[in-house]
């Protein structure tokens, strides 16, 4: 079973940036895919970007394209999210997500095709 923790959440200006990490164990890392969602208030949680186990695939939402990267160090056990150019509209709770693939390369962007997610780290871009 396979345990995450976010963090680096916190409050920013529009316009600046931040990076999520999410630490992994109980499993090992470098055979897992991972995710990262968010969640804004009153809203259902949405995809955000995704990796493959090998970390040579990645995917990301049409809303965070060109100003988020997503990354992997799997002698670390961890996935980061680079935010860069914040929004307002990026607020939310960030959540890390992570399953085991099909294979190193498979990538995942569904909410249901993830069966372990972290506590969430909040983000709060103010205008």
């Known amino acids: 079973q396979v345990q995450l923790v976010e963090s680096g959440g916190g409050l920013v200006q529009a316009g600046g940036s931040l990076r999520l990490s999410c630490v992994a164990s109980?499993?090992?890392?470098?055979?897992?895919?991972m995710g990262w969602f968010r969640q804004a208030p009153g809203k259902e949680r949405d995809f955000v970007s995704a990796i493959s186990a090998s970390g040579v695939l990645k995917y990301y939402a049409d809303s965070v394209k060109g100003r988020f990267t997503i990354s992997r160090d799997n002698a670390k056990n961890t996935v980061y999210l680079q935010m860069n150019s914040l929004k307002p509209e990026d607020t939310a709770v960030y959540y890390c997500?992570?399953?085991?693939?099909?294979?190193?390369?498979?990538?995942?962007?569904?909410?249901?095709?993830?069966?372990?997610w972290g506590q969430g780290t909040q983000v709060t871009v103010s205008s």
């Open positions: 109980g499993r090992t890392f470098s055979s897992i895919a």
């Open positions: 997500s992570a399953t085991v693939p099909l294979t190193r390369g498979s990538i995942y962007v569904r909410e249901s095709e993830y069966d372990t």
